[in-house]
């Protein structure tokens, strides 16, 4: 290739420029051989959006036709395919689509005697390896998580799914940034008007730009007039394998490692993907111990507080002689007591995320006990109440759904207030209207607190505890999957013969 002289560039080229304003990584590969340097091509990218090797196979291959002097775009269409060992190659019918496949990641050949452009899918640059998930640890279970590349997360999802039936959508949002999403299902079990809602809502977005799925999600739920979240999300792709099984459709975003799960129920927060790795009583034991968190987190520090400063004679004498005298000299009332302990742990918690991860724990650990001591110390608080903070932050901990456990501290705070100002009065008169907001939740039109409003006794199996997979012969009943069937139904177990 001559690079003393610089050939006359094709007019599309000119136009490309003008197109990324001059921009320091929008890289034009002039090619110019052959006998009286009668075919001349170039190769336009990003640089940083393409893989370096198959870059250098792609000009190695352009080179060679250039200077076999294949000049028709079918002849060096059909013998790049041959010469570039991977890569698509695709012909975009503007010039639109032409910036589109540049910034998508393909090299583009452009030539002033080729009748129509070539795109090869090159993709590359930086991105982040396979690790284990940091928001959805598992002790039992793959250690993978989804990353930032939307072609390895498809990927780790089709691994676990060898169905020709898993469908994949492919769809851009975003007018400047073009964000890449799939919709993933299976064709034959989720429910056809699941996908026709969601292909509206998705079509109803204009937005300038998609840098997370989280902007998916408030674009396309039910209401935004709600904290308890009504879509999934997950970084694992065995949870969104398990949930697609069941009937449920997911979406991948480019660029986040959060997949999006639909339709979702409340109970459906509380499970983990490990429940079905781990033996069904010990599923169902943690499982349990989750619902009871739930409550726990919700209620406990209200109640302490109505049976402190309005039942009193709720509380056993022995126990209430022992509150009383921890209290004696708190300048603070016991509503006051607990919000200034709860606002104190969520900004130590906080703080424990935003700070580097080598530091972040510690301070969180030693903030807590530091805090804590010298408050009581101090007189400030008693211990009792910082004895029933700290298990109301552990005990939402517990819950595996961030989305979830972050609602939870919200109505937290409102059922203190009006336990601080009614008693336990206040905080059923909390609790009714948040039972009934939950009823009037929809996620895709499903009701939010299926299967016990409405009830359906047939997913009690695997709901607050689980059967074993023997007895789990049909999918959940809650979206209506079309495909019901998970496995053939056994008659009792055969006796062994014995020799």
């Known amino acids: 290739m001559n690079v003393s002289e610089r050939p006359a560039e094709p007019a599309i080229v000119e136009r490309l420029r003008h197109r990324f304003g001059g921009s320091s990584d929008f890289i034009v590969r002039l090619i110019q051989e052959g006998p009286k340097d009668r075919c001349q091509y170039a190769v336009c990218y990003i640089d940083g959006l393409v893989d370096k090797n198959l870059l250098a196979f792609l000009l190695e291959a352009v080179v060679a036709e250039a200077r076999e002097g294949a000049g028709m775009t079918q002849d060096l269409a059909r013998s790049l395919t041959s010469r570039i060992p991977v890569g698509s190659l695709t012909a975009p019918e503007s010039e639109e689509a032409l910036v589109h496949a540049i910034l998508n990641g393909e090299a583009v050949i452009v030539g002033n005697e080729l009748t129509f452009e070539l795109s090869v899918a090159i993709p590359g640059g930086p991105s982040r390896a396979v690790e284990e998930p940091s928001s959805q640890t598992v002790v039992r279970g793959p250690k993978d998580g989804f990353t930032e590349n939307l072609a390895d997360n498809v990927s780790l999802v089709r691994r676990r799914l060898r169905t020709p039936d898993l469908r994949i959508e492919n769809r851009v949002l975003g007018r400047y940034t073009r964000t890449k999403i799939a919709v993933f299902y299976i064709e034959g079990i989720v429910q056809p008007v699941i996908l026709e809602e969601l292909g509206r809502r998705l079509d109803a977005i204009d937005i300038d730009g998609i840098l997370e799925s989280g902007y998916i999600e408030e674009f396309i739920q039910d209401t935004s007039w709600t904290p308890f979240p009504t879509i999934q999300n997950t970084e694992r792709p065995d949870t969104v394998a398990g949930h697609l099984l069941e009937g449920h459709a997911a979406i991948l975003v480019d660029g986040t490692p959060f997949a999006l799960i639909l339709p979702v129920t409340f109970f459906k927060f509380f499970l983990s993907s490990e429940d079905y790795y781990q033996r069904h009583d010990i599923a169902s034991f943690v499982r349990m111990i989750r619902f009871i968190a739930f409550f726990v987190s919700l209620l406990l520090p209200s109640l302490y507080i109505a049976v402190t400063t ?190």
Do not use: C
Not at 365 to 381: M, N
């Open 310 to 499: 309005f039942q009193q004679e709720m509380i056993p004498t022995t126990m209430l002689i022992s509150l009383a005298a921890q209290r004696e000299g708190v300048p603070l009332p016991a509503l006051l007591e607990a919000l200034l302990m709860e606002l104190t742990f969520e900004v130590i918690r906080e703080a424990g995320i935003r700070m580097p991860r080598v530091i972040g724990p510690a301070i969180s650990i030693v903030g807590a006990l530091v805090l804590g001591q010298a408050a009581v110390q101090a007189g400030l608080v008693s211990g009792a109440m910082v004895i029933i903070v700290s298990f109301t932050a552990i005990a939402s901990f517990v819950i595996p759904a961030l989305g979830m456990s972050a609602a939870i501290r919200l109505m937290r705070f409102l059922l203190m207030v009006l336990a601080g100002s009614f008693g336990l009065f206040g905080v059923l008169a909390g609790m009714i209207p948040l039972l009934l907001h939950l009823v009037a939740l929809r996620s895709f039109g499903v009701p939010y607190l299926l299967p016990i409003a409405p009830l359906k006794w047939m997913n009690f199996k695997d709901l607050f505890y689980r059967l074993p997979w023997r007895t789990l012969t049909e999918r959940p009943a809650v979206i209506g999957s079309r495909n019901p069937r998970r496995q053939p139904r056994r008659g009792p177990k055969r006796e062994g013969t014995r020799k």
